[in-house]
């Protein structure tokens, strides 16, 4: 389908306005101690539990900086940057949801489940659309670069 018009050049959507800036609270949440991720500690150690808190609130602070950033001039580079972004955000959060299966397959919340793999979704489907359109957007962005100017010598007449 080359001829749908480019939707993804807009950085507005409900994504980046609010589950990523939600991955980063959970994130930092669970690196002040606030909560407890008993499961996954359990699953990968406290040392482990921490390192996977870090990354879950960087990857969301960098989704949601460089999504709510992102201006026509430089929105290859936010895009790409929005994609890893995503992909750790659904690999740590992945992580997660295996540690309440494998760890309280009855006992933790649906609700939290119910969350988080609403989440992992959300952002597989995300990097899913970047990795699409980023072909698409390289064209779009190639067709719009002046061509290459004409040097001196060859515009002159050598009569």
């Known amino acids: 389908m080359p001829h749908r018009a480019l939707q993804i050049t807009s950085p507005r959507h409900g994504v980046a306005l609010g589950v990523y800036p939600l991955c980063a609270a959970i994130g930092l949440w669970h690196l002040t101690d606030l909560a407890t991720a008993t499961a996954l500690i359990d699953l990968v150690t406290e040392h482990g539990a921490s390192v996977w808190a870090l990354a879950l609130f960087l990857a969301g602070g960098f989704a949601f900086i460089t999504a709510s950033t992102a201006k026509p001039t430089n929105i290859r580079s936010h895009l790409v940057t929005e994609f890893w ?7 740590t959060l992945g992580l997660y949801f295996a540690s309440l299966i494998v760890g309280y397959p009855l ?6 489940k119910s969350m988080v793999v609403a989440i992992v979704a959300g952002c597989v489907w995300r990097a899913r659309q970047i990795h699409r359109e980023l072909p698409r957007l390289d064209a779009a962005l190639a067709q719009q670069r002046p061509a290459s100017p004409v040097p001196l010598a060859a515009a002159t007449p050598t009569d």
Do not use: E, F, R
């Not at 006992?107 to 939290?112: D, F, H, N, R, Y």
């Open 85 to 91: 972004a995503c992909i750790a955000i659904a690999l």
């Open 107 to 112: 006992a933790s919340s649906l609700t939290t």
